[in-house]
């Protein structure tokens, strides 16, 4: 097999370039300004990094122990299931489109729901795949954005969400995905930050979250016959608290939820909707637990903690509020914590940085601890990819910023160019995880990669969390900026060569840092960034625009808005004296390609190299394989060119 896939390999390698220039020919789908050829050397170096797979838990079987998994063998993610730790992937669903979410019916199992888009525009549509027959059946009306919910206790219901109504705010249908013409609207809502969270178990109730901001939400219950709402969380509180998980116990007279409420982190806690009260369950960890599941029987709790960025895996006894001791696993991330409803084991999937995304098992009654994916990392040693180390500097205003550095293994003659590289969100927080495609930039090129975690990212309390809001959004430039003279002294990194990057928001950190600090770095890479908020504000999907108002500030305010505009990396574009790589998606639905082009047109007149990407089956970032590796190649013919010389 590894044979016969090395020749498909270079069939495709010949048919992609060119048979006199070997070079390699974008698709039609793809737009490239100022982008030189890509060498046809360029791929087949660079091949064994851009093999990696990686494969996440989607869900349990309901009666039988298997799994759902998702993983990509061609072009994109899709479902597939796995029957035994170490089993074949049989893939499941075969689209041109990622899919990314499924769920079990969840008594028989005889089908799962699963949602999908066109293109990256996330206007998820829900589908029923059926397993005896291996075929799909639209539930959702084809055009709006639904968000797959959750099944009723008895199996006989799904409660979701969707904009169907109007385009922007999310209301509450309910449907027996076995028969689409009973799909429902259970409640009209104002707002795109709606999220069903759980059944109770008798059914007459929904438990929602309403999201109106990083900071704060609020827990809702709805009669799911009437869709009358009982606010459970009040809003009239001096502080805003944010509530990021929750499910009923199994004798529904009680939630267990997380938040930040009374704390400055998320805490586990037993809340009684009858008094109103939480009593909190793990206040002695002083950090936040970022997922939970209750297990079938409600006898235990599987819980994650996020400790300086590594995840911490944990098993509450709900009868005694005890812990019991679990294994200790490596430095990395556990997502997607799910138990089986046998209620004796639980799966989550697992990365690290010499590890590529897997899925595993755990039974708490014996500890054995499975593997049920083994992820190809296209035949290379995982010994020889950095563990990252954490680092801390010292801002502007006193106050410590840490964030990741990887560093090469082998020996590179001087001091290393380094890539510092700005999460998203912006609320987001980089964790030790699998690099996957860069660490052919650590270990082939020798550049250093900074992942810093500024003022606003999560995972350090909301008080941090909050010092980026609205005007004190420059603060967090100044937290690159001190990273910046962090580097001078540092004896093994150069100064003099320093690349920024980011995603996202960290696109928009990208330019921002390029406008506020160019004598200091080499060149940029902006991600689908917006370059100016208020642009941004105004053309982002109307469904997600009150959320980022909440981060951002309101542009309609006067003052916000020449707040936003003063700081608009666009209206400084003539500072952009260094080269600039942009790359976009299309049909980006949170940062239009507007907000790219315009940044482009712009830095184009200062005489700026700029090369642009776009592709035009994308959304917010690449998710097809062909478009991610010519993104990679794009992104090192970059660095060779205008860091490393």
Same mark, same amino acid.
């Given at each position: ?28 789908? @793809?737009?490239?300004? +100022? ?12 091949? !064994? ?49 990622? =899919? ?56 006989? !219901? ?60 609020? @827990? ?10 009982? @606010? ?36 586990? +806690? ?20 970022? *997922? ?40 990395? /991330?556990?997502?997607? @914590? ?52 954490? &680092? ?43 690099? *996957? ?16 975690? =500024?003022?606003?990212?999560? *995972? ?26 962090? /580097? ?17 928001? *960290? ?13 200091? /770095? ?105 478009? &991610? ?17």
């Amino acid at each position: 097999m590894k044979f016969l896939s090395s020749i498909l390999v270079c069939l495709f390698l010949l048919s992609a370039v060119g048979a006199q220039s070997q070079e390699l020919v974008p698709g039609d789908n @793809l737009v490239l300004d +100022g982008i030189p050829k890509i060498p046809a050397g360029l791929v087949g170096a660079t091949d !064994r990094y851009t093999q990696a797979r990686s494969a996440n838990l989607i869900n349990w079987h309901p009666v039988r122990r298997e799994m759902l998994i998702r993983t990509r063998f061609a072009d994109t993610f899709q479902i597939h299931l796995v029957k035994m730790p170490g089993g074949a992937r049989t893939q499941m669903t075969f689209f041109p489109e990622p =899919v990314n979410q499924a769920s079990f019916h969840p008594k028989q199992g005889d089908y799962f729901v699963y949602s999908k888009d066109i293109g990256g525009n996330e206007f998820y549509q829900l589908y029923r795949f059926d397993l005896a027959t291996g075929k799909s059946a639209l539930i959702t009306d084809g055009h709006s954005r639904n968000i797959q919910g959750r099944w009723s206790s008895a199996g006989d !219901r799904m409660a979701y969400t969707s904009t169907r109504r109007n385009g922007k705010d999310l209301d509450i249908y309910v449907v027996n995905p076995a028969d689409p013409k009973s799909d429902r609207m259970l409640v009209q809502l104002q707002g795109g930050g709606w999220n069903v969270l759980d059944w109770s178990p008798d059914d007459r109730a929904i438990l929602v979250m309403e999201l109106v901001s990083a900071n704060e939400s609020y @827990l809702w219950q709805f009669d799911s016959s009437s869709g009358e709402k009982t @606010l459970l969380t009040p809003k009239d509180q001096p502080e805003k608290s944010l509530y990021s998980a929750a499910l009923f116990a199994k004798s529904g007279k009680g939630i267990y939820l997380t938040t930040d409420s009374g704390s400055d982190f998320q805490r586990l +806690g037993y809340f009684d909707p009858a008094a109103r009260k939480a009593t909190f369950l793990t206040t002695a960890i002083p950090w936040d637990v970022e *997922g939970f599941d209750l297990s079938s029987d409600g006898k235990w709790i599987a819980f994650v903690t996020n400790e300086d960025g590594a995840s911490v895996l944990r098993l509450l006894d709900t009868a005694t509020g005890r812990e019991k001791p679990m294994p200790r696993l490596p430095n990395g /991330i556990v997502t997607e @914590l799910e138990w089986h409803p046998n209620g004796k084991e639980f799966g989550f999937s697992f990365s690290s940085a010499q590890s590529a995304t897997d899925v595993y098992s755990l039974d708490i009654r014996t500890g054995k601890l499975e593997r049920w994916t083994a992820s190809e990392i296209g035949g290379l040693n995982p010994e020889n990819f950095p563990n990252p180390n954490l &680092v801390r500097w010292k801002s502007f205003d006193g106050r410590m910023i840490s964030g990741f550095v990887y560093k090469p293994m082998r020996g590179f003659a001087g001091k290393r160019p380094v890539m510092i590289d700005i999460h998203g969100g912006p609320e987001d927080q980089f964790r030790p995880r699998f690099l *996957g495609r860069r660490n052919y930039f650590i270990n082939e090129m020798g550049i250093a990669l900074i992942y810093p975690n =500024v003022r606003g990212s999560s *995972g350090y309390g909301k008080g941090f969390l909050k010092l980026d809001n609205g005007i004190l959004r420059e603060n967090s430039y100044k937290d690159i900026a001190a990273l910046l003279e962090w /580097i001078r002294t540092q004896p093994d990194l150069d100064a003099g060569r320093v690349l920024v990057t980011g995603g996202s928001y *960290g696109g928009f950190m990208t330019l921002a840092i390029a406008t506020n600090y160019s004598d200091q /770095i080499r060149c940029a890479v902006d991600v689908v960034g917006p370059s100016n908020l208020v642009t941004f504000l105004e053309r982002t999907e109307s469904y997600r625009r009150d959320l980022r108002r909440a981060e951002y500030g309101d542009e309609r305010d006067p003052a916000i808005r020449e707040f936003l505009e003063r700081i608009a990396p666009m209206n400084h574009a003539g500072s952009i004296r260094k080269p600039l790589l942009v790359i976009q998606g299309k049909n980006d639905p949170r940062v239009p390609a507007s907000e790219s082009e315009q940044i482009v047109q712009t830095v184009k007149k200062n005489g700026t190299p700029v090369w642009y990407l776009m592709a035009k089956d994308e959304g917010h970032g690449f998710a097809r394989k062909k478009n &991610v590796d010519f993104q990679f190649y794009t992104t090192i013919l970059f660095m060779q060119e205008y860091l490393l010389k």
